[in-house]
């Protein structure tokens, strides 16, 4: 869909007078009837400044950082107030990018994990500092036990990937289960004993996933669609599957040479559902957003255990609560948000739980726009009228 | 081709407390597997550098005249060159332009009906300077004969649209017949004796069709069907009826103010198929043009016949021979070509004969691209190689 | 979209063993690597089977009414719970129908326009037993008055279409307002005095649109737009304007002979916005609809007063309410409901307030699926888990 | 883009009476203009009847089949006479097969390579009875002498793909030229002495495309676009390659289970450019079979070079000449032909020389349609009717 930005308000001018016509065939066989002028409807939206200006705005992330396709949905106040798809799901085909466009969201989706971690906790199925072999019996016994609480807040010792990791993902395995893909880093040490360091960790959160199977005693990416991806009515995410069929999923692209784009590496993330693995579109992922900035989905106490700083054993704040990270923006706006970087796509979720807005921002080729871009977008809808 | 290796994903910059960021870079939370340097294939066609230069004008020609859409094709030494589309089909559902796009093709129709002329003549069935009446005996005798030669040449002294036209076109009336559409002119004076002055005119040109289906005793389409377009391969070339199913073709549009798009108004072009009615492909086009830079379609003298200009009865040149416009380029070259202006469409075919070379640019919304960038397009292919 | 109904969610069994290969090799070029065994993530909606029953029903519905495209929503306690789209948005693409398909939703119009009507009452800014000169003072006073209530009601004595009307509209004139618009008719006598007879009329429902532009000191578009529209998050919904860039906006179509489809006569709808003139997704209006099965849009009182029928001066029922028909399926089930018929489009809304539930079903050619259809698809999701 | 088979080339008869709408609107809120009477323009093509046909039979073979997408092009007497898309190129997106859709046309590419073979010979830059070594310096010296007559025979004893090959593909490694993918085979045993045994070789045709590029001097993919794409005008050929962006490429599929689709297994045909690497369309593959049937692009006793089955020393016909097989069809008319078969796509080329006819047939997933397709196919237009 080409931004329609330019959509005019206003009678058209284009009225050629007879005689200008009549000049014009003089010289030139032109045989055009002159247009009318139509009174077009008023521009409407009480959102209308805003929406114009987050328009541009997009349209200059997109050539800034040379993404093929840019999707954006801003909510206000629970409801979803903008969303546009800019540039090309497909640049083969021509395939503009619509809000229905699916985007890999990377690890935004640990976010989306620890929603149901946080519903587990709610019904009382899950005990955030119980050793986790209560919930996955075959993981490892290490030298310290690890708690679901340091899973999700990176404090769990639980290493990232590594260059052998690269390696593995190269090759596209497929994993037909979490416990199969916890495999690939289980039998390893720890990084260190867990609540003493902040390590941010993917597999840690493969294995938060592996924890909500055990507690939920329901597949992963069922109890996902199940407890929050309905509850929620967000009808257009879902895992990356590489072979299955998903209606409007984008392609996925990486830089090539002068500015030239490329198809991104054929990558299967079946690996890392949990931490990384899922496709959302800007606008399910600012409706998920909005059900965190009041009670209703949560309870008023879940929503404070995921939004507040967990802290090493020092004492020290991390600025990251359970999955979600917590700051303030550039503007001096407090802030709730993550960031998803993966092959093929770039992804930004945004809470401003101040001003009761959320924004997203979807990429579908890695790109560096960031919680820099989330947080100018979102200082554009701060002063919504009424 | 250079090597990707920009794709190598690089630390992100995030923007959070100095011990997150601290912590995410020492293991970088970018969790995309490196891409791995892929030779791509040799630019290869050997009218590479030319294409690129041409891509870039013709962006630049559709930025200039603010085009929703535009189809470029040339053709040298009979072969189609390149042909590509750009910009919009259909802005309101973000549909590229391809080279299966059709497009109005306005007072181009009249070389294209030019040539079923030239077939009939070749056939011996239908005689140039035989008063119309002997193919179109319905026609109301004028104070002196008209002849098919005079009309194809703007000599007959048939009137153009008046103002009056212009209305009744605006009802967007669907005429049946051929004939049925000259009563919107044929019982009015002549403007001049026939011969004695040039007068471009449309309803002239339909009056040629009427011609052509007397001489043919077919259906005007149907003969343009048969003896023009499928002996040229010329499958994506048809009347522009408005309520017909037809494959790839356009939306139209009109310009809005401040630089914005609308749709055209609402047309009915069967008044003037012969005149300006079909729509047609850049590639179809220059399959046409190619199609007389050498005998084979037609005969060397019938060649010659459309390829020289008339004169008046006072001997001055007209620049107009059987429907075409013969001429000489701002860059000195010889050119034969027409345009054409019509409701949501511009449309320009130029041959270079003396090259071998043939140009066509299609835009679907009446701008004012004509001879001039039409020519400076066949320059850019001017010098290819051997 | 293609309707990816059959998406595989079981591994695939077409492995081929090498024994196999080899023999395929021994007579043909087979160079095929064989497709490995994908375990695909399990189905995971608690509505599959419901919608896996629902599309077969779409899809049937699309062959039986030969319908170019169609667009089906369904929600139930206030959630979208399926939305999909089928056929074709434009046949000369090859467009897919998808959730953002702007259809002509006919006189499903009227049940929006009766919600500014119920907003404006609450507001204290309308009474609907005020003659209707209160809020439009230009309307020709008649022999009785005419109050709001009545209009919407069908009641009012307001004539419908004529054959002279249909003429008119075959022009496309473009009104550039409502009060313009109420001329075709306003001068006309009344078919009978105000209440005593039921008498459907769009014309009515336009001058219900002057009354809300004149009760909320507003255009009437804006109003919509402000009170309706964007309070409940119906981005997707707008005025037909024949002109005006309108994303996703589906082409028109009619039957044309043997099963065929050719384009719908142009229209300009201008002249009803408030009767029959809005584009809408089947998204939207099952929005729209879920907003007046509970208190918060509107209130409970209000609710009331939009769906009781209205009675004759003789006390029969005429089983309308404001705007809306109030009826009982063909099931036995309460329905609220509304339909839509229109050049290039029908349109089917229906509310079951007993269970929570609404679906809508939008089509891009005037076809006759009505209410039987509305209501058996609203059987299917009635037994809703939970 | 769906099939416009039923294009209604006569009137509609959806003219509504004032009596019917009348009666309509006594029931029901219709509000539709009557649909006026279009005199749609006459079927005009002179296949149109042949046309007919053969849509309804392409549409058999999609179902039948069950194929995502198939592309059908028909080339008669050197000129394209139709050319059509069924079905889908994108199930995810929902987007039409179109005449410029790519396809992967698998071990078609065999006679493109064979073309450039011809064209060497013609120059006199290739022998076919010289040792390849000749051309290809670092293949291993076997105990007999290789000839590139013998490759393109399938006579020289090179194996074709084994298990521990597919393992590889597996790996979707990247080739960067011919010669380091010829490290895949060059070092196993033949399979026979050269010229006494049939076996069909994949890897012998990849041996083959070696030759063209040591006997060109130049790159094999360049020489393909120089010697033979460019000449004969087939401007949307090219390499599969993976990362590249190629205008209008399918996506490729694979059967799941129920008759399902998913997306076909990711590859890398950089191992195989000239055996069964390519791109193409139906249209461009009709135009390269079209240049075979009559001297012109080649000479007259180059054509009787790749059209006469090579023998095996025993003197045993082989009935394939180079790279070309040469056979009758089931219905007893001389073919020349090939098929691909390869991961996500399924080709038949066909030519019939006494006919002058060629037909192509693509589709986007392996599937079992061949030589009985493409003969019935072709049986269709042999008729045809000057």
Redesign the interface.
């Known amino acids: 869909?080409?931004a329609?930005s330019?959509?005019?308000p206003?009678?058209?001018?284009?009225r050629l007078s007879?005689l200008v016509?009549g000049a014009l065939?003089?010289v030139?066989?032109?045989?055009?009837?002159?247009?009318?002028s139509?009174?077009?409807?008023?521009a409407?939206?009480?959102h209308e400044a805003q929406v114009q200006q987050a328009r541009a705005f997009a349209q200059k992330v997109l050539k800034d950082f040379k993404l093929p396709g840019l999707s954006v949905a801003v909510a206000h106040r629970g409801?979803?107030i903008?969303?546009e798809g800019f540039g090309y799901?497909?640049?083969?085909?021509?395939?503009?990018v619509?809000?229905?466009t699916r985007f890999r969201v990377?690890?935004v989706s640990k976010v989306l994990t620890a929603a149901a971690v946080a519903r587990l906790v709610e019904e009382g199925r899950l005990n955030l500092d119980a050793p986790i072999q209560k919930y996955v019996p075959a993981f490892p016994v290490k030298p310290w036990p690890i708690t679901t609480r340091q899973l999700t807040g990176?404090l769990a010792g639980i290493?990232?990937?590594l260059d052998r990791d690269?390696a593995i993902?190269?090759?596209?395995r497929?994993f037909?289960s979490l416990t199969q893909a916890l495999g690939l880093f289980q039998d390893d040490a720890l990084l260190s004993e867990p609540g003493t360091?902040?390590?941010?960790?993917?597999y840690g959160f493969n294995l938060v996933g592996a924890v909500v199977e055990g507690a939920a005693h329901e597949?992963f990416?069922?109890y996902m669609?199940?407890a929050v991806f309905?509850p929620l009515?967000m009808?257009h995410t879902?895992?990356d599957?590489?072979?299955?069929?998903?209606?409007?999923?984008t392609r996925f692209y990486?830089?090539?040479?002068e500015g030239s784009?490329?198809?991104?590496?054929?990558?299967d993330n079946s690996y890392?559902w949990p931490?990384?693995g899922f496709l959302s579109t800007a606008e399910d992922l600012v409706v998920f957003g909005s059900a965190h900035l009041q009670p209703g989905f949560l309870r008023k106490e879940t929503l404070a255990l995921l939004f507040t700083s967990q802290k090493l054993k020092s004492g020290?704040?991390?600025?990251?609560g359970l999955g979600w990270?917590i700051?303030v923006s550039?503007q001096g706006r407090r802030i709730l948000h993550h960031?998803g970087?993966?092959?093929?796509g770039r992804a930004m979720l945004m809470l401003f739980p101040d001003s009761q807005l959320v924004v997203a921002l979807l990429g579908n080729t890695?790109a560096?726009f960031?919680?820099?871009q989330a947080a100018q977008l979102g200082e554009l809808f701060m002063t919504a009228p009424r």
């Open positions: 869909m080409p329609l330019a959509l005019a206003r009678p058209s001018v284009l007879a016509l065939l003089a030139a066989p032109a045989s055009a009837a002159p247009n009318a139509y009174p077009l409807p008023p409407s939206s009480r409801q979803v903008w969303s799901a497909d640049l083969e085909q021509g395939i503009p619509t809000p229905l990377g690890s990176h290493r990232h990937y690269e993902f190269q090759e596209s497929h037909s360091a902040y390590a941010y960790s993917s597949e990416l069922r669609q199940r309905e009515g009808r879902s895992a599957h590489p072979h299955q069929l998903i209606p409007h999923r990486a830089n090539g040479p784009h490329q198809h991104a590496a054929h990558v890392k931490g990384g020290k704040e991390t600025g990251v990270r700051g550039a960031r970087a993966i092959e093929g890695y560096d960031a919680e820099e």
